[in-house]
T-cell receptor, first 113, second 112 residues
Framework: AQSVTQLDSHVSVSEGTPVLLRCNYS??????LFWYVQHPNKGLQLLLK??????LVKGINGFEAEFKKSETSFHLTKPSAHMSDAAEYFC???????????FGAGTTVTVRA | DAGVTQSPTHLIKTRGQQVTLRCSPI?????VSWYQQVLGQGPQFIFQ???????GRGNFPDRFSARQFPNYSSELNVNALLLGDSALYLC???????????FGEGSWLTVV
């Protein structure tokens, strides 16, 4: 069975400063890993995904994540936060052969002006 | 192309009633999944359907059921509603050769 742990329930940053959202995963097989973002009262939007190609994955809106198998981590970063980045972020894992997604508890990002 | 569409967007039901939620996948996608997101939590997997067959079921009671139609659209039914069923219900679709899952905007269900 696969699972993810998001290490921070809430992250607060100033506009223009870096953002780091931490995620550790557990998977019995070669995992697929994703980051999704959810703005208030909205559905889920895919930011990026890792599926065993390059370990550094670039996504939309300047986000990127690095897959580290030795650390079982998949942390999400952005060099410079924007006010529009304020949202809930979910780290997600799935078994490569199973489209079921297992979500972390989420990290709420607030951006200070 | 249209994304995953869900209806209704919001609804209020009374305890004990039944509800049906509808989902249309992205054109060409044959797999549909349902997730429940309770306020303040991450989504939880309910069902996955592929080619009209149930491929997976999460840890939900038998009050929850679903089906997929020949055009790959899907319905989620919940019987004997409880207050705890109040949540955002998300539908997602994916193609056969990719494991990226695309979500709809969801249906907000409030049980009073």
């Amino acid at each position: 069975a696969q699972s993810v742990t998001q290490l921070d329930s809430h992250v607060s940053v100033s506009e223009g400063t870096p953002v780091l959202l931490r995620c550790n995963y557990s998977s019995s097989y070669s995992p697929s890993l994703f980051w999704y973002v959810q703005h208030p009262n909205k559905g889920l939007q895919l930011l990026l995904k890792y599926t065993s190609a390059a370990t550094l994955v670039k996504g939309i809106n300047g986000f990127e994540a690095e897959f580290k198998k030795s650390e079982t981590s998949f942390h999400l970063t952005k060099p410079s936060a924007h006010m529009s980045d304020a949202a809930e972020y979910f780290c997600v894992v799935s078994d490569r052969n199973d489209y079921k997604l297992s979500f972390g508890a989420g990290t709420t990002v607030t951006v200070r002006a | 192309d249209a994304g995953v569409t869900q209806s209704p967007t919001h609804l209020i039901k009374t305890r004990g009633q039944q509800v049906t939620l509808r989902c249309s996948p992205i054109s060409g996608h044959k797999s549909v999944s349902w997730y429940q997101q309770v306020l303040g939590q991450g989504p939880q997997f309910i069902f996955q359907y592929y080619e009209k067959e149930e491929r997976g079921r999460g840890n939900f009671p038998d009050r929850f059921s679903a089906r997929q139609f020949p055009n790959y659209s899907s319905e989620l039914n919940v019987n004997a509603l409880l207050l705890g069923d109040s949540a955002l219900y998300l539908c997602a679709s994916s193609g056969h050769l990719e494991n990226t899952i695309y979500f709809g905007e969801g249906s907000w269900l409030t049980v009073v």
